[in-house]
């Protein structure tokens, strides 16, 4: 099973910038569908933004349609989420996830594959 690792989480002021990673263990991230999932206190875990392998078709929550951009570096065996105009909403706990199977891009519960995830605060 892929291990993954997150960085780049950290305190923002609205309408801030951060782009976290996620590093990939093996190679094999190449041909896996990854994602980023958030989760905040009190709430359930939700899909924010998936990119599937090959042609890199993209997936993105209503709630950050064009302010998030996911994108992977195959070479790097690393998936990254530009996230701008941040807002205090965005405030969560992020997680990178992996599968290998089918099922919808966005619900956490088709990916087996979860890094320790990486905090993100965006204050008013």
């Known amino acids: 099973r892929v291990q993954l690792a997150e960085s780049g989480g950290g305190s923002v002021q609205a309408g801030g910038s951060l782009r976290l990673s996620c590093a990939a263990s093996?190679?094999?991230?190449?041909?896996?569908?990854m994602g980023w999932f958030r989760q905040a206190p009190g709430k359930e875990r939700e899909g924010v933004a998936a990119i599937y392998p090959g042609g890199g078709s993209t997936y993105y929550a209503d709630s950050v349609k064009g302010r998030f951009t996911i994108s992977k570096d195959n070479a790097k065996s690393t998936l990254y989420l530009q996230m701008n105009s941040l807002k205090p909403e965005d405030t969560a706990m992020y997680y990178c996830a992996a599968r290998s199977g089918g099922g919808y891009p966005l619900d956490p519960i088709w990916y087996n594959g979860w890094g320790q995830g990486t905090q993100v605060t965006v204050s008013s």
């Open positions: 093996t190679d094999s991230s190449g041909t896996l569908v």
